[in-house]
């Protein structure tokens, strides 16, 4: 994923934007970088890996050394961001979060076309310049933009520092990412989180609708292109990697993830599959409040049998090496043996994608001497790899549990059934479920209804993008 931070201010703008942009941490892993501009010196960037340390200790170094009214910051997990460009369009910063699953072709269209090739960076093409060659080919900021959605195939929503120190804010065409402006008596903000900019006392003031583009300065925004009505914001904001602070189309992070919990728990009640558990657990962090919601709804006692150890290894500071990324996750697990030991355990998770690493949570309770540890995810199952962010997203569909199980229970021909193995009242959603508890050693296993899901966050179904679950654009 990615998140970004900017400001425009009559004063220095530095310092809200170095907080702004590390109280976006929780959504990359790999780089992060500001560009700020000032009268004097027009506009500067810093670039840093954050792979092996978080941003603060990479970029504490800028206060008292970079200045400016404008500035923008980002992290993110794909190329290193914001990149300056110089174009016809003026010299200007630009970052983007999202997906750009077709840049390969974009890139031959370009050779072709204009006899040039975009940077490569990391041994692929660098989208963020890709992008940024599209938006200049066009007359306009907004032009450019515009074009680009048209070509991308995948999601992008921009910042953009101008030369004069404005700043451009796009949410992307279907607005599957938020966008927020928050305003001081000093000037505005903008940021994918919402809680970023209250922390940093800016009031709410807007925030952009689907393929809405604006230009903000220091007294106020401009509408460039109006919002349009199509609108499919993730729901993964809500059940996994959004902030438990932050509100999107109004609706608060926490709040869902504790109801959809409640639901799932009635559910459970209703079908007459409730556990006989001692403890309802999290798999923490995002997995805790959905089993707060689950404890409080069917009165089993909510309890932590294990702590995960962030001091060294927060979530957001984890090695890039799948296989010591496998090894501190183990390490970061401290059990509190007294919850464990002869106890049935209900877990709730965020999501099962490939099963790997439940399969080793459940291990470790096993081993520290669990009784029998039932799970729950808190979203349907995931049945297709998103095409449009960088969640769930796989070299192919197969490596999800869902769709190697299915494969496993009825060949290829089962992929025609995929509704039915997503519902739990279906003979094959049951099948796959019992064999999937047998894949992880589970006591039992369910997933929340879509309907539910959609409940829990309380905006229309059309207005929300489900295709991990049902594959429906």
């Not at 220095?12 to 004097?40: C, M, R």
């Not at 929503?157 to 928050?182: C, H, Q, W, Y």
């Not at 995810?377 to 199980?405: H, Q, V, W």
Request: aromatic share 10%; glycine share 10%; hydrophobic share 35%.
């Amino acid at each position: 994923m990615g998140g970004f931070f900017g400001a425009v201010k009559k004063k220095s703008a530095i310092l809200d934007v170095f907080f702004g942009t590390d109280y976006h941490s929780h959504l990359g892993t790999v780089s992060a970088g500001i560009a700020s501009y000032s009268k004097e010196s027009g506009i500067t960037r810093k670039i840093h890996n954050i792979e092996n340390a978080p941003f603060r200790t990479k970029f504490g170094e800028i206060i008292g050394h970079m200045d400016g009214t404008s500035a923008l910051g980002c992290i993110n997990d794909t190329d290193p961001q914001p990149l300056v460009v110089t174009s016809r369009l003026g010299t200007y910063a630009i970052c983007f979060v999202g997906v750009i699953n077709n840049a390969n072709e974009l890139v031959l269209e370009s050779v072709e076309k204009f006899g040039q090739m975009t940077a490569m960076s990391h041994g692929g093409v660098n989208t963020t310049e890709l992008l940024a060659a599209l938006i200049n080919s066009k007359k306009s900021f907004e032009e450019g933009i515009d074009y680009a959605w048209q070509k991308i195939q995948g999601t992008a929503s921009i910042l953009i520092l101008k030369e004069n120190g404005n700043l451009i804010a796009a949410r992307d065409k279907l607005g599957r990412l938020p966008v927020n402006i928050g305003k001081n008596k000093d000037g505005f903000c903008v940021s994918f989180e919402s809680f970023a900019c209250e922390k940093l006392d800016y009031q709410e003031d807007y925030s952009l609708g689907a393929a809405e583009i604006v230009e903000i300065s220091p007294s106020g925004y401009t509408v460039l292109k109006k919002a349009e009505d199509k609108l499919k914001i993730c729901s993964f904001l809500w059940s996994y990697y959004g902030f438990p602070t932050s509100k999107y189309e109004g609706k608060n992070v926490e709040i869902m993830r504790c109801k959809n919990g409640e639901i799932m728990a009635n559910n459970d009640k209703k079908a007459g599959i409730l556990p006989d558990a001692d403890y309802v657990a999290g798999v923490p962090d995002s997995g805790t409040p959905h089993a707060i919601g689950y404890a409080n709804a069917s009165h089993i006692s909510f309890a932590r049998p294990f702590i995960k150890y962030t001091p060294t290894w927060p979530r957001s500071f984890m090695p890039a090496a799948q296989k010591m990324r496998n090894t501190v996750a183990k390490m970061k697990q401290i059990p509190i043996c007294e919850l464990i030991e002869g106890k049935e355990l209900l877990f709730v998770d965020d999501s099962i994608v490939r099963g790997t690493q439940i399969r080793e949570t459940v291990e470790f309770l096993y081993e520290n001497g669990a009784k029998k540890v039932h799970m729950r995810s808190a979203c349907p199952p995931i049945m297709y790899g998103c095409k449009y962010l960088n969640f769930s997203r796989s070299t192919s569909d197969m490596e999800l549990i869902t769709r190697a199980t299915i494969l496993e229970l009825e060949g290829e021909e089962g992929f025609k059934y995929i509704d039915e193995y997503s519902s739990s009242e279906t003979e094959r959603g049951k099948k796959m479920r019992k064999a999937i508890c047998g894949k992880l050693h589970l006591g039992s296993l369910e997933f929340q209804s879509l309907s539910g899901l959609v409940e829990s966050i309380g905006i229309d179904k059309c207005k929300l993008c489900t295709y991990c679950w049902n594959g429906k654009e």
